[in-house]
């Protein structure tokens, strides 16, 4: 069974950055595509980034040059670090994890979630 496991939320004041880590309970090399979304109150879970098993990234436009992701195969972790944060990137970020199942279908694997809280 695949775990996700988020680490690395808390509050810190606007402009400042924050480090988040992913850390599977396997090898992330059998994943497609990892990535990080978030959830604000009262709002739609929305892709933050995503990075594909061959490296290449896509980021929402609302975090582009602020925010990069990045993966460590060998320690089966994918991070996000958030730069020039703005009080509107306060959410709950959960880590995301896909792989192919059956034909056409698509397996998702979610964290628990880890709050980041910026401050004005």
């Known amino acids: 069974q695949v775990q996700l496991v988020e680490s690395g939320g808390g509050l810190v004041q606007a402009g400042g950055s924050l480090r988040l880590s992913c850390a599977a309970s396997g090898s992330i090399f059998s994943f497609n595509v990892m990535g990080w979304y978030r959830q604000a109150p009262g709002k739609q879970r929305e892709l933050v980034a995503t990075?594909?098993?061959?490296?290449?990234?896509n980021y929402a436009d609302s975090v582009k040059g602020r925010f990069t992701i990045s993966r460590d195969n060998a320690k089966n972790t994918v991070y996000l670090q958030m730069n020039s944060l703005k009080p509107e990137d306060t959410a709950v970020y959960y880590c995301n994890a896909q792989r192919p199942g059956v034909p056409g279908l698509t397996l998702n694997y979610w964290g628990q979630g880890t709050q980041v809280t910026v401050s004005s």
């Open positions: 990075i594909t098993r061959g490296g290449s990234t």
